[in-house]
């Protein structure tokens, strides 16, 4: 794409833009087409203005080339490593392991303890905190999902080891995401309740 910018302006004179690679062959299946329009949503929101964002790019590119691939469940691992690694990138990533207020080990393996969120909280809870703080609104995210983060935190989306994806997959994960997501950019996005409907 080229354009041309004037000082002390915001808006931009498009001259001319290529297509790279076309997104049609993701757009026949509509959970699809609304992971597409989550994608373009969460960059526009999320990215500062007149900022080169490569990682950020980079992110948007394995998750599209992912989509693309059409294998069984690509829309729902390609949009929970989006979205894990657009919350880390941009620095609101918690810790996963421990609880936010009293500091309490969740992976302990003799003990393993219940994890909940909370739009009012950046972190995690325990079960102890969470009565204590009476938030009786928050979400567990499950030991699952909260394996399937540090299995996408530490290998590329093509290299993740297999699973059988659906809808229901690491739903309280991506859940807990877009809230990170909101929290940030101060305001509700209008793609994720549609693309989790879109199952």
Known sequence: MSYYQR???ELVTIDSCELIQSQFSVIRDFSGSCALDFLAEVSE??????????????????ALEHLRSA????????????????????GLLPEMHVCIDCGAWLEDPEHPMRAF???MSS???????????????????SQDSRNIAQQM???PLAQLPERTWTQSTATDLRRF????IESHIE???VTAPVLEAAA
Do not use: M
């Open 7 to 9: 000082e002390n302006r």
């Open 45 to 62: 929101q999320i990215l500062p203005a007149n900022e080169p964002g490569e990682r950020h790019f980079r992110l948007l590119g394995t």
């Open 71 to 90: 294998t069984p469940g690509a829309v729902w691992s390609a949009v929970t490593y989006f979205s894990l690694w657009t919350v880390k990138l941009a």
């Open 117 to 119: 969120f909370s739009r």
């Open 123 to 141: 972190g995690l809870h325990c079960a102890d905190c969470r009565r204590e703080l009476h938030l009786s609104n928050a979400w567990e995210i």
């Open 153 to 155: 935190l530490h290998s």
């Open 177 to 180: 995401l877009a809230q990170r």
């Open 187 to 189: 305001r509700k996005l």
